[in-house]
């Protein structure tokens, strides 16, 4: 161990107890309110389903806290226990050649990571999700999903993981900046794809049908210029109670989704007041901003690991016994692993980022809609999807890319005609 060895655990002992005691937090605040519908929620939530929704919180709060310590004692085993080092060295006999071992070496990491917290999406899938009525997913879609994002890793992460090593090894001291190119550029070509390509390798999408409900989307999409490749209807009902819309890609790649379950729950006006905040995202340019911050971070991320990948106190201090004589993978690795520790407490400024552009798309939505519509579409989706109503105000700082129930209703209150 050496110095950085202290400030790593000190950072991950920091990040643990912060969340753990935001966690008890969340669990107290949300018991204690249990028994008392919110004011601005009476007449419009049954008390039992007020009731559903903190039992629902707490068991997921629960979960969490066993997962964040297992999470954190799963860290320090592949860090200072060793086990990247043992990984690496494991796959050192096959004699692949230093990129490819490197991808291998990634790739199992990932695999392995994944096998490791498989219990907690059990638990979470087959006992919380289905003790409240939300679980749809059977064992043979369960499975199944697993299987094609392991492939998917494989067939798409394999290579980019390969040509980013490749950069790291033969691109200089400003290996970084082209690996950023890179990456950038595949993420682009991820976002565009995925509506056509990869998310209907998991759910089936057909056309909103022909009726007064398409009628009104198509008219409000005319209202605010927005074009698409088309509305569609997802069978999110296959794994889920939970309902949901959004809209993905970009370009002309653009599509808008409905969940099935979200339809099935609303009227016509509150499906409408709904996508107009959906779109209000993009009319504020909300998503251009989300990626150009999120192509800023890894940036400077990546031009931080491109001076750490040089410093053997970084490998040394996270558990490698003797650094590589040239950047490899074994850098990337202990960042990845690292850098949660390091950037949970900035997690506040990225939620207050988020609860912005909320509050800013309910403002374009009570423009192009109803506002009490979209209220009332979101007094149904929180008893629906059993939000809380009454969480912890520093837990929701901390965590929710959402505004409070009772505060986000108030704004919106402020915009009825």
């Not at 935001?22 to 519908?37: E, K, P, S, Y």
């Not at 638990?123 to 994002?149: A, C, P």
């Amino acid at each position: 161990m050496n110095t950085f060895s202290i400030v790593f655990i000190v950072f991950l002992g920091a990040t643990l107890a912060t969340q753990l005691w935001l966690a008890r937090r969340q669990i107290r605040h949300v018991l204690a309110h249990r028994d008392t519908v919110p004011d601005s929620f009476a007449g419009k939530i049954s008390q039992s389903a007020h009731e559903k929704a903190a039992d629902y919180t707490i068991s997921r709060n629960r979960l969490a806290m066993f997962d964040e310590v297992y999470g954190a004692i799963l860290l320090l085993a592949w860090t200072l226990g060793g086990g990247l080092q043992l990984l690496d060295s494991s796959w050192a006999a096959a004699d692949l050649g230093l990129i490819w071992h490197g991808t291998v070496v990634l790739l199992s990491l990932f695999l392995i990571g994944g096998l490791l917290e498989l219990p907690f999406s059990l638990y979470s899938t087959f006992v919380i999700e289905e003790r409240f009525g939300f679980n749809k997913t059977g064992v043979k879609t369960f499975v199944t999903d697993l299987i094609k994002n392991s492939i998917l890793m494989l067939l798409i992460g394999g290579p980019l993981l390969f040509a980013v090593l490749g950069i790291m090894n033969q691109m200089g001291d400003l290996w970084w900046l082209y690996a950023w190119l890179l990456i950038s550029g595949f993420n682009l070509i991820a976002i565009w794809a995925y509506p056509t390509w990869i998310a209907p390798l998991f759910n089936k999408f057909k056309p909103l049908e022909e009726g007064s409900v398409r009628n009104r989307v198509q008219s409000l999409l005319e209202r605010t210029g927005f074009r698409s490749k088309g509305i569609f209807v997802m069978d999110g009902s296959k794994r889920s109670a939970h309902g949901n819309a959004y809209f993905t890609g970009f370009g002309r790649n653009k599509r808008i989704v409905f969940f099935d379950t979200l339809l099935d729950s609303l009227n016509e006006s509150e499906v409408e007041a709904v996508l107009a905040h959906e779109l209000g995202h993009f009319k504020l340019k909300h998503i251009t901003k989300r990626i150009v911050v999120m192509f800023t971070l890894s940036l400077a991320g990546l031009a931080l690991l491109g001076w750490l990948a040089k410093q053997d106190w970084f490998y040394h201090g996270l558990g490698i016994a003797t650094a590589p004589e040239q950047i490899n993978h074994l850098g990337l690795a202990l960042f990845l692993l690292a850098l949660p520790v390091f950037t949970f407490f900035l997690s506040p400024l990225m939620s207050w980022s988020s609860r912005k552009h909320e509050f800013e798309a309910d403002a374009f939505a009570s423009q192009q809609a109803n506002a009490s519509d979209l209220i009332n579409a979101l007094v149904k989706m929180y008893e629906e999807n059993a939000k809380t109503l009454t969480p912890d105000p520093l837990h929701s700082i901390f965590y929710d890319s959402h505004p409070p129930a009772p505060v986000r209703i108030a704004h919106l209150q402020e915009h009825q005609t």
